[in-house]
T-cell receptor
Framework: AQSVTQPDIHITVSEGASLELRCNYSYGATPYLFWYVQSPGQGLQLLLKYFSGDTLVQGIKGFEAEFKRSQSSFNLRKPSVHWSDAAEYFCAVNTGFQKLVFGTGTRLLVSP | EADIYQTPRYLVIGTGKKITLECSQTMGHDKMYWYQQDPGMELHLIHYSYGVNSTEKGDLSSESTVSRIRTEHFPLTLESARPSHTSQYLC????????????FGQGTRLTVV
């Protein structure tokens, strides 16, 4: 069955430093991949998505992600983190049946 | 403005009460979903719908029920609330395309005392 693994439960990054959040998926074919962000007490907002073409995708708020088929990964990156980026980040896969499968999330903490 | 709305945002209710969580979207999406999320945990799909009069159980078993009488409306009902139902419930909608993202409401945080 399809699954998504986010190995880091918490990550702390200094403001201004770079960020990489890891995501690995398990699925036979090329999946549709998404990164969502959730602020406390809020719903989920889409940061970016990948479904074909260029393996490096740009999203909102300065985020980007790279799809690597050989590693079954879709890691999220940002070159310089802002305090407002502190939130929970979820990687998700849609296997074509339009049922999103989410990872367990990574909580990002930003230190001054 | 096209959006997806959930009401109430917060609900504290006694054990045994019947509750309905409302979800409405103005984007004309055929597909709608309910996810359950415990604090700091992943999202679990509990119900989904492909359109009017279509409802399916999700991957996580739930005692709740849903209905889809109108395209824009996808309410979730608990006939008899229990403390184990305490959680956050997120509603979402999407179009049919596989690459289409799901749009989420702000969620309802339910506490059963």
């Amino acid at each position: 069955a399809q699954s998504v693994t986010q190995p880091d439960i918490h990550i702390t990054v200094s403001e201004g430093a770079s960020l990489e959040l890891r995501c690995n998926y398990s699925y036979g074919a090329t999946p549709y991949l998404f990164w969502y962000v959730q602020s406390p007490g809020q719903g989920l907002q889409l940061l970016l998505k990948y479904f074909s073409g260029d393996t490096l995708v740009q999203g909102i708020k300065g985020f980007e992600a790279e799809f690597k088929r050989s590693q079954s990964s879709f890691n999220l990156r940002k070159p310089s983190v802002h305090w407002s980026d502190a939130a929970e980040y979820f990687c998700a896969v849609n296997t074509g049946f339009q049922k999103l499968v989410f990872g367990t999330g990574t909580r990002l903490l930003v230190s001054p | 403005e096209a959006d997806i709305y959930q009401t109430p945002r917060y609900l504290v209710i006694g054990t045994g009460k019947k509750i309905t969580l409302e979800c409405s979207q103005t984007m004309g999406h055929d597909k709608m979903y309910w996810y359950q999320q415990d604090p700091g945990m992943e999202l679990h799909l509990i119900h989904y719908s492909y359109g009017v009069n279509s409802t399916e159980k999700g991957d996580l078993s739930s005692e709740s029920t849903v209905s889809r009488i109108r395209t824009e409306h996808f309410p979730l009902t608990l006939e008899s609330a229990r403390p184990s139902h305490t959680s956050q419930y997120l509603c979402a909608s999407s179009t049919w395309e596989g690459e289409a993202e799901a749009f989420f409401g702000q969620g309802t945080r339910l506490t059963v005392v």
